[in-house]
């Protein structure tokens, strides 16, 4: 009886020791990630903010809206332009690019490597703006033509999220020609348009 007795408290010893976790190794550390409440996006474009909510965001303060000035283009054909040309080590200086159908899809919205990595844009001529200014790039040249309806749906979703998503306010954004000696984006872009757009949905 003593002997099972002593077995009996050695067995539930045992026991505890293995269910408190003293017999296994402790779980991997996991960081503590603090999650950012993804901004309520009205229009869907479901892949995109799921790619916008993966990156932290630092600091910014406005939306600086571009066109390439150009028939065609894409991030990748911009980056090499860039980094080739213009001797830009970090390559694209825009954060986003919004494709017209030639060169990359209509509509579509390209993340830079600057945006990826947070760091300051090379877009704006303007030291303040391309520090603390979002660097969008429509392709096309709206001197000519008009920004497709796909463009413009992509843009005025992109810059509702970015607007949410990094507390910048309406009057902020902003067109390159705002503080800038261009015509950038081009006579034909409608800003106002936009600027409405965005309102309606805040
Ligand atoms: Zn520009």
Redesign the pocket.
Known sequence: MCFRWKTCIYLSFLAVMYLSGCQTQPPPFKPVVTPVKPPTIKKAQPYIIKQLDHYTVRNWKYI?I??SASESGSATEFDKYHRETRGWENGLGYHFVIGNGHGSKDGQIEIGNRWVTQIDGA?AGVQEYNHLGIGI?LVGNFNDTNPTTNQMTSLTTLVEYLQERCRISSENIIM?RHF?E?E??GRKFPYYKLLAQIARFQ
Do not use: A, K, Q
């Open positions: 600086v571009h066109h877009h790039c390159h800038r261009t950038c984006p």
